[in-house]
């Protein structure tokens, strides 16, 4: 099958952009061994429609990057390691020249369509937007379903229909079903961990401010932070070189041998079927490799636990939002929305500025805390990717969706940083995700453990296999 536009390059002997990593693509690009076109060109035959993975898919638009990228491959010049590779942006994020819709049935004001700071550092590196992937409603929901535009379908589920994980509903199953080698997300309780861990991908959560806000619609301005998706915890160390304003090279591997990581009981507690397994499988591996297990006392888990389930600091912040910058948006949201937006908007401003108080100092503990270890460990998610039929509304939404935040929520709560990597698959063939959790600030160390994690264990490719549904 021959390229189209691209005499000379044939499917069959190309490199495989569903395969291969970041560097070695970046490495084929700088020999000229491939194209940034060539490469398009396989993300165009990837695309699967019936995933439903984009809101907006932008063939047109990335073709004229692709042709960008490569003029300037020509040209010698270099902008960093995603020049000319695809990434997916969640349609949270301003793009130019795109609507912005943030998961309503409508697009948002223009000026919603303003590009920020991390989408900025990815044009600026010549990375190619394939489009604009779905999102949960206004980000506000841990299952990634969306009644205005479909749910995408998670590629494990086979024939069937899965969820994919939210708020970053599309990010996942763009990077699996190959249009996107990184997938730009945020996470507000869980939003790119969550995703990466039902769909067996490596989601980064970043320090609190690390990665501007701006250009990215609020859920909750206090508990905001941009993110990433990557299929390796090594693309996952390119990218986040490749965005982050201070570190410019990908951190290194850390040192196994003496790496202490502290188990925290609650975390482990009624997981489903092969979820604390499979965690624990992969966390023997470490400790035959010189990691030590201990475990771990977190109280202020218990302390964000009970300001989360009275619905925290992104409830409130949320109805503000939609108050007093989208008020005709409220007759048409999503009732799973709908119906926390008039649960917890009757938060007092006592009841607010008290939990946000509470949080801070159980914050600073929690971060002093964890000075005295080298990372928290744990299940990413206690349940692994439901069926959409089990969790789209009522009761079993509500379940759920609490359920898939339970063990991510802390990382934003006691404002920490955060990274899911792909443990394994539980008995029905779902991805189980292990979560690293450090102090603020530490990104580069979270990444560096999380290097040395993937070394022993292996990366998603080979730790879980294809997706029957890919």
Request: proline fraction near 7%; aromatic fraction near 6%.
């Amino acid at each position: 099958m021959t390229l189209v536009g691209c005499p000379g390059y044939n499917l069959g002997t190309m490199i495989d952009i569903s395969s291969a990593t970041i560097p070695e693509l970046g490495q084929a690009l700088r020999a000229g061994r491939v194209t940034s076109r060539s490469l398009l060109e396989q993300v165009y035959a990837n695309h699967n429609e019936t995933l439903g993975a984009y809101k907006l898919w932008m063939p047109d638009y990335a073709a004229r990057a692709a042709a960008l990228a490569d003029t300037a491959f020509a040209e010698g010049l270099d902008f960093g390691p995603l020049q000319g590779l695809p990434v997916s942006v969640k349609d949270l994020f301003g793009l130019a020249g795109t609507p912005t819709h943030a998961g309503a049935p409508k697009p948002l004001p223009a000026h919603w369509e303003i590009e920020g700071p991390v989408v900025a550092a990815v044009r600026n590196g010549l990375a190619v937007m394939t489009g604009k992937t779905h999102t949960v409603e206004f980000a506000f929901g841990g299952i990634g379903s969306n009644p205005h535009w479909g749910t995408p379908r998670n590629p494990w589920g086979g024939k069937s229909h899965r969820v994919p994980g939210g708020s970053s509903a599309g990010a996942g199953v763009s990077l699996l079903e190959g249009t996107a080698v990184v997938a730009l997300g945020s996470d507000t309780a869980g939003s790119v961990r969550v995703p990466a861990s039902f769909t067996g991908t490596v989601g980064v959560k970043t320090s609190y401010g690390r990665w501007s806000r701006e250009g990215i619609v609020p859920l909750s301005p206090s508990l905001d932070t941009a993110g990433v998706l990557a299929r390796s915890v090594e693309d996952a160390a390119f990218t986040f070189a490749a965005i982050d304003p201070v570190c410019r090279i990908p951190p290194a591997p850390a040192d196994l041998a003496g790496l202490r990581l502290g188990m925290v009981e609650s975390f482990f507690e009624n997981c489903g079927p092969g979820v604390t397994e499979t965690v624990r499988t992969a966390l023997t591996e470490l400790e035959d490799q010189g990691v030590e297990l201990q475990s771990f006392d977190f109280p202020e888990v218990a302390i964000a636990n009970e300001i989360f389930a009275k619905g925290g600091l992104a409830a409130p912040e949320f109805v503000a939002f939609i108050e007093h910058e989208l008020p005709e948006f409220k007759a048409t949201l999503d009732p799973n929305v709908r119906s926390r937006f008039e649960s917890f908007g009757t938060a007092t401003a006592t009841d607010y500025l008290g939990r946000k108080r509470r949080l801070a100092h159980a914050a600073a503990a929690a971060n002093a805390r964890l000075a005295n270890i080298d990372a928290v460990v744990g299940p990413t998610t206690p349940i692994t990717a439901p069926l959409l039929q089990h969790a789209s509304e009522g009761d079993g939404y509500r379940t759920h969706n609490m359920a898939a935040l339970r063990n991510t929520m802390p990382g934003n709560m006691l404002d920490l940083c955060g990274l899911s990597i792909p443990a394994g698959l539980d008995g029905n063939g779902m991805p189980v995700g292990l979560q690293l959790l450090v102090g603020r600030g530490k990104d580069e160390w979270l990444i560096s453990i999380g290097l040395a994690v993937e070394a022993v264990i292996g990366p998603a490719s080979r730790r879980l296999g294809t997706p029957p549904g890919k």
